[in-house]
Every structure is written in structure tokens, then in C-alpha cells.
């Protein structure tokens, strides 16, 4: 790891990054814009730039130089599943991880102060801003996430646990049009972090704390009768009118709904080859020179059958900057290329604990394989089965590490070790293992048979997203290792919209995922225990995030993860948070509930000669939501 990632994990340690913070505004009175847009002021469609800016427009360094107005940004997609791809160009949460990843920074709140031993968090708007559509942005639009969609129980069944602190919701307060507080009933000493992840989207829709209430009241039923609103649900073809809200409020398919991104969606996306993005007209940052933000014009986002393709066009130099599903196998091909396709292939470090780990339905609905599952000498027995040095050579080009799912030893809750539990492959203590987890008896053919009597077929199930390695070559080796201690198992790829459903369901047998937070795991736990419920315990994740409203209460070391997980958010001293953050990474990894196999291989992706300020290196991580934190909407296209 490089000195600028140990330097974020020091300051991740003191969870009070700022207390209060403000970046100095931009003081001229004149500003630049796009030449589209210089044109509809020019026809009277549009206002002037500097009535469309805020008071205090952030202003965004660039990465290499003052860029150019114009142009078209190409990239690929892999349909109406991969939805994600756009979460890190659409990011704009209250606070967010500075161009590094080691420290927060104002977006839309222009500072913030931290009050009470972090049990209050004020946060002070920019005046002036607005949405997509001219609107005015204020404190009514965080008013509206929390008291009309966070407090309605069909649009939000449970309250987000992020934003719980001792079983007790926070309490968000209007001050003034301009100024929120949220307010905890105990320390919470991660919340800034996770506003700069769950706010930007990485927690999904319900977690995105500004939402355009100017538009989206009219399908909320406080503000529209509600017998209208299941009659227009249904004349649009849904079955409630909560389908229908959640259906508008999605900015990244809903060309209607307003926006704060640098860019907006012009059509839906199903049924589409190409996805159409457009700049915002009022977005509300500028570069040091004055010029409104962002400097591209368009988005145009190919929609492809599988990973493969967007590995071929990104070969034959089709696509501007792919940082997305470039796989690690064709890594050779695409260096050796580069020169005919105008284009660079660079290697971004990762923190993931592993590449692509294995997740055992803790919660199947059969029974017999619940028990197997939740038996821990059953997850031992997998792992020492697995040859990890052989996946390295073969899948990863010899770049990753060999080791377990489970943090790296950057981390500050890292203990020495803990890579290399149940790691080795040993098909000996395989067996030994399965057989101690009841699977002793086998039929004719060598295989095992459950514990009561009946044939053992086992499916791992995964999608071939490319993005954290070749998942089908790893899943096939996994297969084999396993088939070799006496287990019938298959697999099965599917596209990731049915994948997602399937792995927040009881019906599947074994999920495939990247293993990651690697060097912050507790800001947001999803590897350590089930908090998301698309992490192999799906009903376990339900009864944790609901605060024990839905799902099924789990017993043993994921209660007692869960339980150590609510003291640690609530430690306010570093020492003592630290030691409970070792016990808890050391419980987890002791217990696999993931069985990983490779870790910490870089993610490559491609960008064009003449597309400009993207960093050579920077830390490829979902917390930091990708790319979001280097500022895609400085980047440009130069001639």
C-alpha cells in the first residue's frame, strides 16, 4: 500500500475527520460555460450561468490542467442490471472522501459541525443551489427523505441501521431553509463516513438523504390522494403506488426526476441499446478559472451482453474510459495493444480481502442444508479444499495474494495471521472436516451424502460481472476442488438482475462475491456480519437492519458480531474502539463465514490518450464509491 492509503487509515481512526470545515468560495462574479448552453441562454431558454450557480459554487481542482468544453464519453454497460455503473458519476451526498480517500470534504453542504461528543451533526447548505430543473435546493428536500419517505412504512419498511444509534432512529431537524441537524441518542461515530458512502447511493435510493420533493410529492400520498395514486400506479402499469414512487425517484432511469450530478439520463434505460447522458445546466460547481462544471457534454453508455464485449471494444479503441468490468485475465492482451487502440491500461491497488470469496446460504429454506451451512466445520472443510496458489497463476496472473476473506493488514483492526486461517490447501483436513461436520457417509460413486441419508447436490451460483477477476474460471477450479473431496457440486451464471434476487432469497445454495471494505470494514460491516441482505444470511441481514421487526434472529457469534458492532459505533475513545474492532474482525474471520481464495488484486481499467484528469493511480474502492471521489466531472476530452 502506498503512504497516502496508511495515511487514511490514520485518519479513519480519529472518526471526527472535521468537526467543521469550509473551503474558500469562488469570488468572482463572472463565469464560463458550455457553448450548448451559451446557446440557449443566447434563444432566452435558460437563465444566465450566474443565476444558475450558488452563492458559493464549489470549486474542484483539476487533476492535470483547466479542460475543454465538449465531447461525448463512451462506455459500456451491462444492462438494466448493472445500474450501479452510474452510482459514482451521480454521487453527490452532503459531505464526501476528498480526491485521496483520506479525509472528508464539503459537496453539497458547504460545512458542518460536530457537536456533542458526535452526537449532533449540523450541516450548513449552499445557498442558491439547484436542481436539474431550476428548482431551488433546500433543507425541505432532507425533510422529505426523512419525515415522508424514511418515516412511511410502505416506502421504507425498516429504518436504515446506519442511521440507528441504540435501537433509537436519529431525529433529523430543519434549523432554517439552509441548515439540518441530525441528532443520535448516543455517539455515532461513523456517520460522516457513511454520508459520504449510503448519502451518494451506496446504500441504495433509500439511503440518498436528498430527494427533489418539488417533484416527487405528487406521487407521495401525503400530498395526493392516495386512491389517485394506485389508479395512475396502475395505468403505468404497477401494482402500488409505492412501486410507482420508487419508479420516479430513480434519476438514473427517470429522465423527469431532478438531479444534482454533473449529468441527467435523457430516456429510460429498458429496452435500449445506448444510454443517453446530458449535463446539467445547473450544476452547481466550477473549476478555478470560473468555468461551470462539468466540462464533457454527453454520456453515451453502449448496453452489452456480457463482460467479454466491453473487453473487446475497449480493445479496438471504442470506448473513452472504462472503469468497469475490465477483467484482469485480459490484461495482456489490452497492454499489448495500446498503441493500435490510442488508449492505456492502468492497474488501480484495491483493498479487497478477496477477489472472489464463497458465501454458504447461512438462512436455505431446507433445513438439513441450513444446519450444514451454519456448521462451521462445514466451511473449514470448503476452504482447505481450495487451491489458492493455483487460482492465483491461473485466474489472476500471479497479481493477487493467496489468503482468506478478511481484512488487510493496513487495516487498524488487522491481527497478524488472520489471512492465513484455514487458508493452505490441504485436501487431507478437507475431508477430516467434512466428515466431522456430518457428511461421513458416501454413495457408490464417492459422494457425500447429507446427514440424513439423502444425496448432497450442492450449486454455486454467480454472476460474470469481470469486474473483480474471471469469476467463471474461478468458480469452474472452486467446483473442482470440491467435487475432489466428495461433494457433488455445479454451477450456474446468471444475469445480475435475477442474480441480486436470488441472493437476497433462502433458495440459494452458494453465492459468489468480492469480499471488500478490506481496510475500512466497519464504517459499513457488510463482510464481517450480515447487515445487507445479499451477503449469504439474508434473513439474519433483515433482522439486524429492521432492529428485530422482520427476518430471523440469529444465535451464537453473528448476535454477538452484531451486539459488538452497536458498542463499537458508540466508543467514542480511539483506544478502546480500536480493541473492540480487532475482536470483532478476529470473531469474523475465525467463524469464514466468506471462504475467499484471492485477495487484493489491482482492478485495470482503460481510458483514451485524449481523455484527460483521471489519475494514473488511485484507490479503487466501493466505499469511496469508485471513481466518484476523483471527480469525474473534471474530466475532458482534449483535441
Given at each position: 500500500m502506498s503512504r497516502s492509503f496508511k495515511v487514511f487509515?490514520?485518519?479513519?481512526?480519529?472518526?471526527?475527520?472535521?468537526s467543521s470545515l469550509n473551503l474558500t468560495g469562488f469570488s468572482q462574479k463572472r463565469y464560463n460555460e458550455a457553448p450548448m448552453l451559451a446557446e440557449l441562454v443566447k434563444q432566452g431558454k435558460l437563465p444566465p450561468v450566474e443565476k444558475r450557480l450558488p452563492e458559493n459554487p464549489l470549486v474542484v481542482e483539476p487533476v492535470e490542467e483547466i479542460g475543454k468544453y465538449g465531447?461525448?464519453?463512451?462506455?459500456?454497460?451491462?444492462?438494466?442490471?448493472?445500474?450501479?455503473?452510474?452510482?459514482?458519476?451521480?454521487?453527490?451526498?452532503l459531505v464526501k472522501w476528498n480526491r485521496t480517500g483520506n479525509g472528508i470534504i464539503p459537496n453539497v453542504a458547504e460545512k458542518w459541525e460536530v457537536k456533542r461528543a458526535y452526537k449532533e451533526f449540523v450541516f450548513y447548505l449552499r445557498k442558491g443551489m439547484k436542481w436539474s430543473d431550476g428548482q431551488p435546493l433546500t433543507a425541505?428536500?432532507?425533510?422529505?427523505?426523512?419525515?415522508?419517505?424514511?418515516?412511511?412504512?410502505?416506502?421504507?419498511?425498516?429504518?436504515?441501521?446506519?442511521?440507528?444509534?441504540a435501537d433509537t432512529p436519529v431525529v433529523v431537524k430543519k434549523i432554517n431553509d439552509y441548515t439540518v441537524s441530525f441528532v443520535f441518542k448516543e455517539p455515532n461515530v461513523v456517520f460522516l463516513e457513511n454520508v459520504c458512502f449510503q448519502g451518494g447511493g451506496g446504500g441504495g435510493t433509500l439511503s440518498i438523504m436528498i430527494h427533489p420533493k418539488h417533484y416527487l410529492k405528487q406521487?407521495?400520498?401525503?400530498?395526493?390522494?392516495?386512491?389517485?395514486?394506485?389508479?395512475?400506479?396502475?395505468?403505468?402499469?404497477?401494482?402500488?403506488?409505492?412501486?410507482l414512487f420508487w419508479n420516479r425517484a430513480d434519476f438514473y432511469t427517470n429522465p423527469d426526476c431532478p438531479v444534482l450530478s454533473p449529468w441527467k439520463v435523457t430516456s429510460p434505460l429498458a429496452g435500449r441499446s445506448v444510454h443517453i447522458l446530458e449535463r446539467n445546466p445547473y450544476y452547481w460547481k466550477v473549476d478555478p478559472a470560473g468555468n461551470q462544471l462539468p466540462y464533457i457534454d454527453r454520456i453515451s453508455a453502449s448496453i452489452v451482453e456480457n463482460?467479454?464485449?466491453?473487453?473487446?471494444?475497449?480493445?479496438?479503441g471504442e470506448l473513452?474510459?472504462?472503469?468497469?468490468?475490465?477483467?484482469?485475465?485480459?490484461?495482456?492482451?489490452?497492454?499489448?495493444?495500446?498503441?493500435?487502440?490510442?488508449?492505456s491500461v492502468l492497474l488501480w491497488p484495491t483493498a479487497l480481502g478477496s477477489n472472489c470469496a464463497f458465501m454458504p446460504n447461512l438462512n436455505h429454506k431446507d433445513p438439513v442444508l441450513k444446519a450444514l451451512f451454519n456448521n462451521r466445520n462445514f466451511r473449514i472443510g470448503l476452504s482447505y479444499a481450495i487451491n489458492r496458489d493455483e487460482i492465483n497463476k491461473l485466474c489472476y496472473l500471479g497479481l493477487a495474494q493467496?489468503?482468506?476473506?478478511?481484512?488487510?493488514p493496513e487495516c487498524p483492526y488487522y491481527t497478524p495471521g488472520l489471512e492465513k486461517l484455514y487458508a493452505e490447501y490441504d485436501p487431507k483436513k478437507a475431508n477430516e472436516y467434512l466428515d466431522k461436520a456430518g457428511l461421513n457417509k458416501r454413495d457408490k460413486d464417492g459422494y457425500r451424502l447429507r446427514p440424513d441419508g439423502k444425496p448432497l447436490q450442492l450449486t454455486i451460483e454467480?454472476?460474470?460481472?469481470?469486474?473483480?477477476?474471471?469469476?467463471?474460471?474461478?468458480?469452474?477450479?472452486?467446483?473442482?476442488?470440491?467435487n475432489a473431496v466428495g461433494l457433488r457440486v455445479a454451477y450456474k451464471s446468471m444475469d445480475r438482475a435475477l442474480f441480486d434476487i436470488r441472493r437476497a432469497s433462502t433458495e440459494f445454495d452458494i453465492m459468489v462475491w468480492a469480499w471488500g471494505r478490506g481496510l475500512t470494514p466497519l464504517i459499513q460491516p457488510v463482510f464481517i456480519f450480515p447487515v445487507i441482505p445479499t451477503t449469504g444470511a439474508p434473513l439474519y441481514a433483515r433482522w439486524y437492519s429492521s432492529g428485530g421487526k422482520t427476518g430471523e434472529k440469529p444465535t451464537g457469534d453473528i448476535l454477538r458480531a452484531m451486539y459488538m458492532y452497536n458498542r463499537f459505533k458508540r466508543t467514542i475513545d480511539d483506544a478502546e474502539r480500536i480493541k473492540i474492532g480487532k475482536e470483532l474482525i478476529k470473531l469474523s474471520a475465525e467463524n469464514i463465514w466468506s471462504i475467499g481464495t484471492v485477495g487484493l488484486a489491482p482492478t485495470p481499467l482503460v481510458i483514451k490518450k485524449n481523455f484527460k484528469n483521471v489519475p494514473q493511480r488511485s484507490f479503487y474502492e466501493w466505499l469511496l464509491l469508485q471513481i466518484s471521489n476523483t471527480s469525474p466531472e473534471q474530466y475532458f476530452i482534449k483535441d
Open positions: 487509515i490514520s485518519l479513519i481512526l480519529v472518526f471526527g475527520l472535521v465531447g461525448t464519453w463512451r462506455f459500456a454497460m451491462l444492462g438494466p442490471g448493472d445500474i450501479s455503473i452510474y452510482i459514482p458519476i451521480f454521487a453527490e451526498p425541505d428536500d432532507i425533510m422529505f427523505w426523512y419525515e415522508d419517505i424514511l418515516q412511511n412504512k410502505e416506502l421504507a419498511p425498516s429504518f436504515p441501521s446506519w442511521l440507528v444509534v406521487f407521495h400520498p401525503k400530498y395526493t390522494p392516495k386512491e389517485q395514486l394506485e389508479k395512475t400506479a396502475k395505468e403505468m402499469g404497477f401494482t402500488t403506488w409505492y412501486a463482460a467479454e464485449v466491453v473487453n473487446m471494444k475497449a480493445l479496438s473513452d474510459f472504462q472503469y468497469k468490468h475490465i477483467t484482469l485475465n485480459n490484461y495482456p492482451l489490452l497492454k499489448e495493444n495500446e498503441a493500435k487502440g490510442g488508449y493467496p489468503r482468506q476473506a478478511t481484512v488487510v454467480f454472476t460474470p460481472s469481470g469486474e473483480f477477476g474471471p469469476w467463471p474460471d474461478v468458480v469452474e477450479l472452486v467446483t473442482k476442488y470440491w
